[in-house]
């Protein structure tokens, strides 16, 4: 079983940074894809940016260029470092994992930009 736990979610102003933390409980080393997914009110939830097993990375347009997404292995770590954020990027932001084909999600922390 693997279980999510996000952090670093906060009410920034436009232009500021944020680096979101997710914490990885379980075995993950076999992921297929893990990323970052975001949902704003009314709004369907969408990819951020993601880590392909093969080691490339993808990212929504609207983001490239201000996010990145990195993971630390030895401590089952998976970060997005934010910058120049837009209020537009207000949002629950999600972590997630494919293991196996299985889905795994966080409970989300929410980033909030203020014009």
């Known amino acids: 079983q693997v279980q999510l736990v996000e952090s670093g979610g906060d009410l920034v102003q436009a232009g500021g940074s944020l680096r979101l933390s997710c914490v990885a409980s379980?075995?993950?080393?076999?992921?297929?894809?893990m990323g970052w997914h975001r949902q704003a009110p009314g709004e369907q939830r969408e990819l951020v940016a993601e880590?392909?097993?093969?080691?490339?990375?993808n990212y929504a347009a609207s983001v490239k260029g201000r996010f990145a997404i990195s993971r630390d292995n030895a401590k089952n770590m998976l970060y997005l470092q934010m910058n120049n954020l837009k209020p537009e990027d207000t949002a629950v932001y999600y972590c997630?994992?494919?293991?196996?084909?299985?889905?795994?999600w966080g409970q989300g922390t929410q980033v909030t930009v203020s014009s």
């Open positions: 379980g075995i993950i080393s076999n992921f297929m894809r």
């Open positions: 997630h994992v494919i293991i196996d084909y299985f889905n795994y």
């Open positions: 880590i392909v097993r093969s080691g490339s990375t």
